[in-house]
C-alpha cells in the first residue's frame, strides 16, 4: 500500500484503547465518570470534570448531530490530499460530549450545523477502528 | 502596590520574504537593538525570555549566542501568546527583584526554510486520523460556530483582511501594501471552509526583542519608557477537538486579568493590537476582550476598525499584512510601544496613550493580554 491509500493511524495507548478498539461490534462507547456522571471524550486516565479516577466505560446510540465543521481543500498528507475536499467536524453525541471525526458517505456541501449522524467505523487493523460519521437516513434522525 | 515595570527598549530584524541569518541570529540581532534604543548594554541583562519553534530552550540558547549568564531564565511556550506573556513574567520577576533588566525575543526563518508555518505542533491522536490542517482547520471550525450562532458574515471576515492592508499601506516595512478588496478576499480560493487563502497570515522569516526595567531604572535612561500597567494570560484547551465553548475562548479570562490590575477598562484604549493569523481571531478578539457584546465583533469590524477610524485595530497591518514569521506576539508588543512613543509616521494613532496588545497562542488555546501606557 502507498501512503496514498493508508489512513494515518492514531496512536492508540493509554487512556484511549478502549475507544479505538470500540467499533469491533459496531458499537461507539465512551468514558463515564462514576463519581460526577460525566461522559467526557476525549479518553483520559481521569476525569477532567471532577480529577476522578472512578472512570467506566458505557455504550453510546453513536448517534449526535455536527456541532461545526469544515470542508478540508488541500493538505499536504498523500492519503488526505488524495481524499478533497473531505469534511471535519464536531459531532455533538445525543449521550454528552462531542467528539471529532470525518462526516463520510455524503457530498461535503450537504453538511452544515444541526446535520443528524450515526457513527460508522473505518477498521485500520485488528487493534484500530476508527468512528466516522455519516448522514442518518430522511426521517429517523 | 507593586513597583512600576517599563519597557524601554524595542527592536525587529529580519522581516523579510529571504534572509542569510539564522533564528539564532535574528533574535540576538533584534535583541541588540532593542539594547541600543535604551543606552543598557549585554552587562546589564540579568534576565532572559525567548521562545522559537527552532530551540528546544530558548532562552538557554540566546543567553549563550549572547554570551550572558542570567539570573531569571524563562522559556515559557504558549504558542503565539508567548511574548506577550513573557512581558508579566518579566515584569514580576523585576518587581519581586528577581531580576533588573530582562530581554525577551523571538526569532523565526521560516519563509527560507519551508515557507510554511514552522511548529514543534504535537498531534493530539483522537485528531490525527481526520485531517484537519494544521492550524487553519482549527480556526475554520471556531468561525464557522461563530457564523452559525451570532450570524457573523463572510463578508465581515474579509473586511478584517481589508483593513489590515489599509494598515499596511501605511506602514513602509509592511510585506503586503496592495489593498485589496472583500470581493478579492471572497474570490480567493478556499483553504478549510468558510477560511479562504486571503484570510490568512503570510508566511515570513523575523524575529523581535523588548527590554524591560522598573520605572525607577526607567527614569535613568535617555529613551522613553512605555509602562506595564497590567498583564493577564490563560489557557483553556491545547488542541482544537478539546475546545469546550467554540465561540468564546480564554482572551475573557486573560483580558480581565489585565483590566483588572491596571484599572482600565475597554473604553480606555487608544490603540489594540490583537494576534490576526487567520481574519477570524480579530473578531474574536474584540468581542472577548470586551470591545463589544459578544457577537458584534463582524459588526464592530463594518464600523471602521482602519486609518483614520475612532477604533485604530492592528496599526501595523497585523500578522495579514505586515509581517508573520509565526509566533506574532513580540510585533504587537513592537508597534504598541511605537505607537505610544509617537513614532508611527502615517499609520501613528494621535494621541495615543493606552494600547492593549492580545496574543492567541496554538489554536485559541494560549492566551495573554498587555496593557501599557505611554
Given amino acids: 500500500m502507498s501512503p496514498a491509500d493508508e489512513r494515518p493511524k492514531p496512536d492508540t495507548r493509554g487512556a484511549g484503547r478502549p475507544y479505538w478498539l470500540s467499533g469491533r461490534d459496531g458499537v461507539l462507547r465512551l468514558p463515564r465518570c462514576t463519581a460526577c456522571g460525566g461522559i467526557f471524550w476525549y479518553p483520559r486516565l481521569h476525569c477532567p470534570g471532577c480529577g476522578s479516577a472512578a472512570v467506566e466505560w458505557i455504550a453510546t446510540s453513536g448517534k449526535g448531530s455536527v456541532y461545526t465543521f469544515t470542508v478540508v481543500r488541500q493538505s499536504p498528507e498523500p492519503y488526505f490530499a488524495a481524499r478533497v475536499p473531505y469534511v471535519v467536524a464536531m459531532v455533538e453525541l445525543g449521550d454528552g460530549p462531542r467528539v471529532m471525526a470525518n462526516v463520510v458517505a455524503c457530498e461535503p456541501e450537504r453538511v452544515r450545523i444541526g446535520l443528524p449522524v450515526g457513527v460508522v467505523f473505518e477498521r485500520l487493523d485488528d487493534e484500530t477502528y476508527v468512528p466516522l460519521f455519516r448522514p442518518e437516513p430522511e426521517g429517523r434522525a | ?374
Fill in chain 2, 1 to 374: 502596590m507593586a513597583p512600576g515595570v517599563a519597557i524601554v527598549g524595542v527592536g525587529e530584524a529580519e522581516c523579510n520574504w529571504h534572509t542569510e541569518l539564522g533564528a539564532a541570529d535574528i533574535m540576538a540581532l533584534a535583541t541588540h537593538r532593542a539594547l541600543a534604543e535604551t543606552g543598557l548594554g549585554l552587562a546589564d541583562v540579568d534576565g532572559i525570555f525567548a521562545v522559537s519553534p527552532y530551540f528546544w530552550m530558548p532562552s538557554v540558547t540566546l543567553a549563550e549566542h549572547l554570551g550572558i549568564q542570567p539570573r531569571v531564565t524563562d522559556s515559557t511556550n504558549i504558542g503565539g501568546a508567548s511574548v506577550v506573556a513573557h512581558v508579566g513574567h518579566a515584569a514580576r520577576a523585576i518587581q519581586a527583584g528577581a531580576c533588573e533588566v530582562a530581554v525577551i525575543a523571538y526569532a523565526s526563518t521560516q519563509r527560507s526554510d519551508t515557507g510554511r508555518l514552522v511548529t514543534g505542533s504535537d498531534v493530539l491522536p483522537y485528531e490525527r486520523p481526520y485531517g484537519p490542517l494544521f492550524p487553519i482547520s482549527s480556526y475554520a471550525l471556531v468561525a464557522q460556530r461563530h457564523m452559525y450562532e451570532y450570524g457573523t458574515t463572510r463578508e465581515q471576515l474579509a473586511q478584517v483582511a481589508v483593513t489590515a492592508r489599509q494598515w499596511a499601506a501605511l506602514n513602509p516595512n509592511a510585506l503586503r501594501r496592495e489593498p485589496i478588496t472583500v470581493e478579492d478576499v471572497v474570490a480567493s480560493p478556499l483553504v478549510s471552509d468558510p477560511l479562504r487563502r486571503l484570510d490568512c497570515c503570510l508566511v515570513t522569516n523575523g524575529g523581535g526583542a523588548l527590554v524591560l526595567t522598573s520605572d525607577e531604572r526607567a527614569r535613568r535612561l535617555s529613551g522613553p519608557a512605555v509602562r506595564v500597567l497590567g498583564t493577564g494570560e490563560s489557557h483553556s484547551h491545547r488542541h482544537i477537538a478539546a475546545m469546550r465553548d467554540f465561540a468564546t475562548t480564554a482572551a475573557v479570562a486573560s483580558g480581565r486579568a489585565a483590566y483588572e490590575i491596571a484599572g482600565l477598562g475597554p473604553r480606555d484604549m487608544d490603540v489594540v493590537e490583537i494576534y490576526d493569523a487567520f481574519t477570524i481571531m480579530t473578531i474574536i478578539g474584540l468581542e472577548d476582550l470586551g470591545f463589544c457584546p459578544k457577537g458584534e465583533g463582524g459588526k464592530l469590524i463594518e464600523q471602521g476598525t482602519g486609518p483614520g477610524s475612532a477604533f485604530p485595530v492592528n496599526t501595523s497591518g497585523g500578522g495579514l499584512a505586515y509581517c508573520h514569521p509565526g509566533m506574532f506576539g513580540v510585533f504587537l508588543l513592537v508597534e504598541a510601544v511605537r505607537q505610544l512613543r509617537g513614532e508611527c509616521g502615517a499609520r501613528q494613532v494621535t494621541g495615543a496613550r493606552h494600547a492593549l496588545v492580545h496574543g492567541f497562542g496554538g489554536v485559541f488555546s494560549g492566551h495573554a493580554t498587555a496593557i501599557l501606557a505611554g
